[in-house]
């Protein structure tokens, strides 16, 4: 049991065993007067204490509504939080098998390239032509400094 519940059967018990030893004194008559309309001859010291334990009862029983909606609450969460993990599951799902696809596709055209030759650039042939001249420049040049230095030195 709660405790909740343990304390309200104690405070019953020992409400009902105060008026088993004092029902004399509940029991006595006394007047009652509510303002507008008098009444003579009331057990005012039962009237209380029925009045406290059913306030007792009152409070005992909104505490437990109280629990169970809070409970209601966290499942409904529950649910949510669920659902929310569900679908965050199926998205990241989704965006591992995109990006899958992307590399494998990527993987599929640098395996095709490296598999072919590669196709010369449109300005690579002028490129190797003035590289060839170039070179053919320099040789000249090398050679006449050879000569040169042929003819100087002896």
């Given at each position: 049991m709660r405790m909740r519940t343990i304390v309200l059967i104690i405070i019953?018990?020992?409400?009902?065993?105060?008026?088993v030893l004092n029902r004399?004194?509940?029991m006595f008559g006394h007047t009652l007067n509510l303002g507008f309309v008098t009444y003579r001859g009331v057990p005012l010291g039962l009237i209380l204490l029925?009045?406290?334990?059913?306030l007792g009862l009152l409070f005992y029983l909104w505490g437990n509504v109280d629990r169970l909606r809070a409970q209601a609450d966290s499942a409904r969460l529950l649910r949510d939080m669920e659902a929310l993990r569900?679908?965050?599951?199926?998205?990241?799902?989704?965006?591992?098998?995109q990006l899958q696809s992307y590399i494998d596709e990527r993987f599929e055209t640098?395996?095709?390239s490296v598999g072919r030759p590669a196709l010369p650039a449109p300005g690579l042939e002028a490129t190797n032509a003035r590289i060839d001249a170039l070179q053919r420049d320099l040789n000249v040049q090398l050679a006449q400094i050879d000569d040169y230095l042929k003819r100087r030195l002896g």
């Amino acid at each position: 049991m709660r405790m909740r519940t343990i304390v309200l059967i104690i405070i019953v018990v020992l409400a009902a065993i105060f008026a088993v030893l004092n029902r004399h004194a509940l029991m006595f008559g006394h007047t009652l007067n509510l303002g507008f309309v008098t009444y003579r001859g009331v057990p005012l010291g039962l009237i209380l204490l029925l009045t406290g334990l059913a306030l007792g009862l009152l409070f005992y029983l909104w505490g437990n509504v109280d629990r169970l909606r809070a409970q209601a609450d966290s499942a409904r969460l529950l649910r949510d939080m669920e659902a929310l993990r569900l679908s965050l599951d199926s998205q990241e799902g989704s965006r591992f098998a995109q990006l899958q696809s992307y590399i494998d596709e990527r993987f599929e055209t640098l395996g095709q390239s490296v598999g072919r030759p590669a196709l010369p650039a449109p300005g690579l042939e002028a490129t190797n032509a003035r590289i060839d001249a170039l070179q053919r420049d320099l040789n000249v040049q090398l050679a006449q400094i050879d000569d040169y230095l042929k003819r100087r030195l002896g």
